[in-house]
């Protein structure tokens, strides 16, 4: 296919419904996943093929999404499948500025994960406890916590793939001291820094009990997430609120 000639097959130009041009905003949650940016006609990765080698095929859905330079701003983008792939090839594209295109390819997450989990139920009589939440953002957080003061969150992003693998980018890490106020438990962080690490896991959830022999909905992991803190095993515990952050959020 000659660079620049790429249509959809129902013959529409995706240049006309690309959906960016002058849609940009500052607010809305935006869908995980990952971008391939670069001029028309430009060698691109979207899930192993080249977007503009193939055929697209309009969906007719959208996506809203973060722009991958300015992640305040949001963009809607139209799907695509590329045509005839099997199973289906879908990615959201959307030109930027003159000759400039994005491709977008939506992260896949498994919703069995999506809520709060923790292992307090697990260990009867343990003096700390660690929890992990995923949003059905793609973002979440882990907090390990033990009487006496003490907590540590890690906040990131998830994904998972083929194989039941999970990834957490961890982003940002945090520590401080929590104490129970009025029956409200309140967090001082004292120490916040920037973070590039990938945790690669595979993952099981079946049913089981916890240390009271009670029924409990089990999460199991290959491996801890991080040695001394934050373990390989969780019970789910509760839903997460629509809008619930990791407790560090309300830190004074």
């Known amino acids: 296919m000659i660079p620049g000639s790429c249509r959809p ?16 905003h500052r607010s809305g949650a935006c869908s995980p996943g990952r971008y391939a940016t670069g001029h028309e006609g430009q060698q691109a990765d979207v ?10 095929t309009a969906t007719g859905s959208r996506i809203t999404v973060a722009h991958p330079q300015y992640p305040s701003q949001r963009h ?19 030109e930027f500025s003159n000759g400039v295109w994005g491709f977008f390819v939506p992260a896949l997450l498994d919703e069995s994960l999506i809520g709060y989990w923790s292992d307090e139920s697990l260990y009867q009589g343990a003096m700390e406890a660690a929890d992990i ?9 882990t907090n390990w916590s033990r009487d006496g003061g003490p907590f540590h969150v890690y ?3 998830w994904h998972t793939s083929a194989g039941h693998q999970l990834t957490l980018a961890l982003d940002r890490e945090l520590s401080g001291t929590w104490e129970l106020q009025n029956h409200t438990t309140r967090y001082r962080v004292e120490s916040q820094t920037g973070c590039d ?18 029924p409990a909905k089990l999460l199991q992991f290959d491996k801890p997430i991080s040695l001394g803190t934050i373990g390989d095993r969780f019970a789910f515990k509760r839903e997460l609120g629509e809008d619930e952050q990791d407790p560090a959020t309300r830190s004074p």
């Open 9 to 24: 097959v129902d013959g529409s130009s995706p240049r006309c419904r690309s959906g960016l041009g002058g849609r940009s």
């Open 47 to 56: 899930a192993g093929v080249n977007p503009w080698e193939v055929g697209w």
């Open 76 to 94: 809607q983008m139209f799907i695509y499948e590329v045509t005839g792939s099997a199973p289906p090839i879908r990615f959201a594209a959307g």
């Open 133 to 141: 939440a995923f949003r059905s953002d793609g973002t979440g957080w």
């Open 155 to 157: 906040r990131f992003s």
């Open 197 to 214: 690490e990938q945790v690669v896991l595979t993952y099981e959830i079946r049913p089981g009990q916890d240390a009271l022999k009670a």
